[in-house]
């Protein structure tokens, strides 16, 4: 199928109508141009890359055709948002920007031309005209960055990357705790036809466009610039954004943020209802879409997680938490120890900080509202080689991106009069199992090598006391090593809807013995570091041998935390101990505890092949001896199906089962991930998914052949 738009023109002396012909060769181009998975029906296309026409019509002059592209309002030569040109030689009258068109062949009634886009053309929707003597005819192309052109800023060099950072519609976000690492599934779908319309609307919308929009479609050809648009665009904090931000209460009149799988889903939403936000995200939600977004537009993007992710407010690379004898205690500042936090990075050079290429390469840019950058919420692009080497003084928001992998934590002890006393200085927690998606394959890849020298050692030190010289003159004072050590490991595996089994290891130091009160407590935790409820405390007293060791094993029942282990939360296992005849002696051992959730099953059949029935089966089983209530299973993925798939239950026994069974047939070849989701109020969203590769069918493949 090819796209043909023709234009009539009347010339004025002759009365005569002339009338030329325009073919967009959409197939051809598009699949030369790795744009033909979004739709051929459209002409789309990668600047820094030729592209061809096919021009017909009467008395076509091959010496005299006239090329004019432009983009946005305002559109002009000096913006580089206007380009005119011709096949006459040296006639192209923009030299930065500028396009160029030449003859490839043709006769006097048909001519095939190629038309080559600049590596730094403004990306976005084109308005492309032709002239030729007294014919004219107009279209429209769709410009994106292109990470297979040498000069554009996103070139990626190797192949199998650039079909994972860029071509792959699936990928896995990564959750849960340091030691308990869990994999959701991500449909991305940034080649389903609608979105590129969305992303572009996206751009529109932001505060610099509808401020300046001249200015703002000409800084379109910058993907530093693209991409600190984007991250804000994402967080509807303080512009029209995607996606509004909740972490605690309520959440009704939204989605629960664990409860998408998809980006289309949200941004198809959130078009869809005049670009209102879409209510709620968290970090991986707004990550994600972002991911979605970027590789969408052409630039390279993967999804990033970092675990025990500092949230250093005042950006003095130092974290304090609080404790008293119940657990975390809430407090007034807001430096904390997420789980995990979750970001991307975008694949550029970054020209405006060296001369050389030593800050090219991968990005930081995290769409999560938290801090304002420049007076907006967005973050980055942060070079990883500036956050490795300590630059903190290097733009975008380097300095908040270092505290978030390598600042120090320390921990007071807040006594029953109000006083505090430190307890703890930790240079080595924060910023552990930095993680993404391998190429090519669904293993986690630890990155934290890039971000960070070896923890410990004197080049991680040195880094950091740079990074500390750059943006303060705050010195750390060390903490006494306590002579008792404790530690809180688990006894097996914990399960959701099980007791956990927990252990207390005990280590003296000291050569007298000692009279230790134990105060343990529980607390369900949001990933963000803050406690939403206590479920379990016990004190026991406890006399330790000098130069000993003790172990105490403890539980915390299901009956306790099982109530309040809403969405996203953890188990803070915490244990304070108290020297009877000293109570300024005190000693702190904690542990994040994820329960594991049950198993859900999805299962494909049939054939997969583009338009090729196929079959999907989700099954879930109840464990428990009570029912669940409020039963949900969602089915997504995009190339698969063209909407999500649902099944609802009001009450699932015990033993019962619920099953959701779709029936499909594959739209888009190449690998596809179906992705399901099972939800109700014990329960929260528990995720599995399954990769289908699907072939071309024997039609599909002759009519590529035979259109190209």
Known sequence: MRAVRTLQYRNSASQDQAVMKLDLQCVKNNTDHHTNEITVERLIVRRGQAFSLILSGERLDQNDIELTVETGPGAC???????????????????????????????????????????????GLYSLKLRSGSSACESAVTVLFNPWCKDDWVFLANEAERQEYVMNEQGTVYKGVEDYITTMSWDFGQFEEDILNICLKMLDLNPKCLKDAPEDHSARCNPIYVSRVVSAMINADDDK??????????????????????????????????????????CWVFAAVMCTALRCLGIPCRVVTNFESAHDTDQNLIVDE???????????????????????????????????SFYDGWQVLDPTPQEKSSGTYCCGPAPVRAILEGHTDVKYDVPFVFGEVNADKVTWLVMANGSKKKILSDSNMVGQSISTKAVGSNNRQDITHLYKHQEGSEKERAVYDEAVKRVTDLKISETPRPNVHMKVSLEGAPLNGADIGLKLLLKSDNTKAQDLTLKMSAQVMRYTGNPAAGVWNHTTDVQLQPKSEQTIPFTVPFSAYG?????????????????????KEAYLAEKDVVPHSPTLTVTVSGTPMQDSEM????????????????????LTGSGLLKQTEQSNVVELGPGQRITLKVTFKPYRIGPKKLVANFDS????????SVDINVRPSTSRMAFLSFSR
Not at 615 to 634: D, G, H, I, Q, R
Not at 681 to 688: C, G, M, V
């Open 681 to 688: 109020s014990t329960f929260r969203d528990i995720k599995s």
């Open 241 to 282: 954004g995607v996606l509004m931000g909740k972490w605690d209460g309520s959440f009704i009149g939204g989605t629960l943020p664990s409860n998408w799988n998809s980006s289309v889903d949200i941004l198809r939403r959130w078009f869809k209802y005049d670009c209102h936000p879409v209510k709620f995200g968290q």
């Open 563 to 583: 109530p309040k282990l809403m969405d996203n939360n953890c188990i803070k296992v915490s244990v304070i101990a108290t020297d009877k005849s000293d109570s």
């Open 615 to 634: 079959t999907a089966e989700v099954v879930f089983e109840n464990p428990l001896t009570a029912p669940l209530n409020n039963c949900s299973m969602t």
């Open 322 to 356: 609080y404790f008293s004898d119940y657990g975390v205690r809430p407090k007034a500042n807001k430096d904390s120890v997420w789980n995990y936090h979750v970001w991307v990075e975008g694949w550029m050079r970054r020209p405006d900080l060296s001369q050389d």
């Open 77 to 123: 030569e000096q913006k580089g948002t206007l380009s005119s040109c011709s096949t006459k030689p040296q006639n192209c009258t923009s030299a930065a920007k500028g396009w160029s068109v030449k003859v490839l062949s043709g006769s006097w009634s048909s001519v095939t031309l190629s038309i080559l886009c600049p590596p730094d053309a403004c990306i």
